[in-house]
């Protein structure tokens, strides 16, 4: 009896295995990073890998870990100001942001506007790669639910600190604290908070050491946005900051 090689059958059950792997890792680091300090992320690697490629050995994608009582309240409530004022009470997604941003994106085909809240850019920096496509964005919303059912928003935000992008070679708010300002950023300012997240919409284009006009009155409008939230007892009240 002849055994017939179907290609098709064995091309679902590769996918079904390479799916399942992946869902027991990413579920694994969901669980994992609850607890534990994130050493690295995609995001890292992506750029390590890049530089490694491109022949250059000097650049090193790292980050300091830095838990949230050791950084100052202003830096939690500058990036919420700037990227999701609506994080406290969201469940992964702003429904309103996305519509908006859809609406804006058919009127304005070369302006792509983002809507992504920060559990969305904590999951797509920890697991997933940079880049649009219709494929990244489902698994980001995949482990955005994943996150946020085994996360608090404490926890989310403090990955998100830590891991984001705040320029070349630069991840982590401790790591860009010690290379724009010379110091830990438990001692960050609200102006300084505010022009590193002003950076944020893309840390390799926007410099915080060299801000441009763009950056500066962006630091401006987090500035005021900040005030508006009730300053540092926004972070307190909502249970995202305390000593």
Do not use: C
């Amino acid at each position: 009896m002849r055994i017939r090689f179907s290609p098709l059958a064995w091309s679902k059950r590769l996918f079904l295995r390479a799916a399942l792997v992946l869902a027991v890792f990413w579920g694994g680091g969901i669980a994992l990073f609850s607890i534990v300090p994130v050493p690295f992320s995609a995001v890292m690697a992506e750029r390590q890998i890049g530089a490694w490629l491109r022949g250059d050995f000097h650049y090193v994608a790292h980050a300091d870990w830095v838990s949230m009582s050791d950084m100052s309240p202003w830096m939690g409530l500058a990036v919420i100001a700037a990227e999701d004022q609506k994080f406290p009470d969201h469940w992964g997604f702003d429904v309103t942001a996305i519509e908006k941003a859809l609406a804006h994106n058919e009127r304005n085909e070369n302006r792509i506007r983002g809507a992504s809240t920060l559990s969305q850019q904590t999951a797509k920096n920890l697991f997933l790669w940079d880049g649009r496509s219709w494929v990244r964005k489902g698994l980001e919303a995949g482990l955005t639910l994943g996150i946020e059912t085994v996360w608090s928003k404490r926890r989310i935000l403090t990955v998100y600190l830590n891991i984001a992008e705040f320029g070349e070679g630069v991840f982590g708010v401790e790591a860009a604290s010690q290379r724009y300002f010379h110091k830990p950023a438990s001692r960050l300012t609200m102006s300084e908070a505010a022009l590193l997240a002003a950076v944020l919409p893309n840390p390799i284009r926007f410099r915080a050491d060299a801000p441009s006009g763009y950056v500066r009155s962006r630091q401006a409008w987090i500035l005021r946005q900040m005030r508006q939230l009730g300053g540092e007892g926004f972070m307190t009240e909502n249970k995202l900051y305390a000593k």
